[in-house]
């Protein structure tokens, strides 16, 4: 077990270390095996040397591993690891970013509790509340993500929860997290920040006021499109009701896509960077296209939120959106004319992706509610991933070209 054993100098000491070296070493406790690599615990169970040791582990008394919905050593090292990154006291693992967001309401939140969600969060995160949660008696209101007074004047008594993404996809609209903050805490209200877009890499919400984060590692955090989870990080008091209710639930990680995500925390800060400086490239080029009405990206200086985004982030993300003129025959057009890019709704991968929102990912939206999120026809997201700009911009010029 483990904890019998005295890791001694296998370990590394991390006291005070920085964001890079914790992404690479944070979490690891080296078996007896001395492992160089993060061992991979594929076991669904755990074998005791006495009746008496099974028993101490079952009531919790000697920490040890019973089951892997409980516990496992390589999904404990992935929460160990996002815990340091976020600067939270604890984070918990789940099987994908959606059970993040569920066992973050089922775990804090009662019948009869209110929560605020901003108008701009991913499509199932909508449906989850609009579907599910009030089904069970939660009641849900949408607010404008950067409205800082409709956020106070939406709040009700019984307001526990407010939610939002920030950046927000697809047209990167920022919220002022430290003054949510401030919002929040008058109300007694916990501020969860789903930080997807940024990663622990770009901005650290629980630093700037929040309570929770919550993390889709589908995306950034795998960053090469190959596995689901999710993870939550915060305070102990919360994170002990959400370790309760997965382990009970059993939306939890698997250990092997702890594993992968391990391997993809290791080089996050490398890759957010390189994602980062060719989407502002490609965002500053895209500005200059006669084609083009409009681009969303906050690395603009004409972005209206721009300074908001230098303060609370470090780089302004990998995804890009932009207004074509010509509605949606247009931006159809210009999809079909690219060869590179891949048509698909995902994004966090080194695979460089075009979607059309209004089509896809807000398409089930009634045209006047997409109207209201600002979703119109001839809009086109991309999202950054790690190839030559060069090729990038050659394939988006095909799209401009198709225009004549
Ligand atoms: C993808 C995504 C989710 C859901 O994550 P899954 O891992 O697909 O369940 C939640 N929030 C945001 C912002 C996302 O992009």
């Not at 074998?47 to 099974?54: I, K, L, T, Y």
């Not at 994908?96 to 009869?112: E, F, K, N």
């Not at 891949?342 to 209004?358: E, Q, R, V």
Request: with cysteine; glycine share 8%; hydrophobic share 45%.
């Amino acid at each position: 077990m483990t904890q019998d054993w005295d890791a001694g100098r296998l370990d590394s000491d991390l006291d005070g270390a920085g964001f890079d070296t914790l992404a690479v070493r944070a979490g690891q406790r080296r078996s007896p095996e001395a492992e160089h690599g993060e061992a991979l615990f594929l076991t669904s169970s755990y074998v005791f040397r006495s009746a008496a040791e099974a028993a101490a582990c079952f009531s919790g008394e000697s920490g040890g591993n019973v089951y892997s919905r409980y516990m496992n050593p390589t999904v404990r090292n992935f929460e160990e690891r996002i815990a340091l990154m976020e600067q939270a006291e604890q984070a918990v693992a789940t099987a994908s970013g959606m059970a993040a967001i569920l066992a973050t309401v089922m775990s804090l939140c009662s019948a009869g509790d209110h929560i605020l969600v901003s108008r701009s969060v991913f499509g199932s995160t909508v449906t989850l509340c609009e579907k599910y949660l009030k089904r069970f008696g939660i009641e849900v209101d949408y607010v404008p993500l950067s409205d800082i007074a409709a956020w106070q004047a939406a709040c009700k008594p019984n307001t526990r929860m407010m939610f939002l993404e920030s950046p927000s996809n697809p047209l990167a609209e920022l919220a002022d997290i430290r003054a949510l903050s401030a919002v929040a805490r008058e109300q007694g209200a916990l501020l969860v920040v789903d930080n997807c877009f940024c990663t622990p890499a770009l901005q650290k919400p629980l630093t700037l006021g929040a309570d929770i984060v919550v993390h889709s590692a589908t995306k950034y955090i795998d960053g090469q499109g190959r596995c689901l989870g999710g993870v939550v990080a915060g305070r102990k008091e919360h994170m002990q009701e959400l370790v309760g209710f997965l382990r009970t639930a059993g939306p939890t990680l698997s250990p092997f896509n702890a594993w992968v995500f391990l391997k993809g925390l290791e080089t996050l800060r490398l890759r957010m960077r390189a994602h980062c400086e060719a989407a502002q490239a490609l965002a500053e080029w895209l500005v200059q296209q006669p084609q083009v009405e409009h681009v969303y990206y906050a690395g603009l200086p004409s972005h209206p939120q721009h300074e908001l985004a230098k303060a609370q982030q470090s780089a302004f993300g990998a995804v890009v959106s932009f207004e074509l003129k010509g509605g949606r025959d247009a931006a159809w057009r210009f999809i079909d004319a690219t060869r590179l890019l891949s048509i698909t709704a995902n994004l966090g991968d080194s695979k460089s992706t075009i979607t059309h929102p209004a089509t896809t990912t807000h398409g089930r939206l009634t045209p006047e509610a997409r109207a209201a999120a600002g979703i119109r026809d001839g809009l086109i997201r991309l999202a950054i991933g790690l190839e030559e700009v060069a090729d990038l911009k050659a394939d988006l010029q095909r799209g401009l070209d198709a225009q004549r």
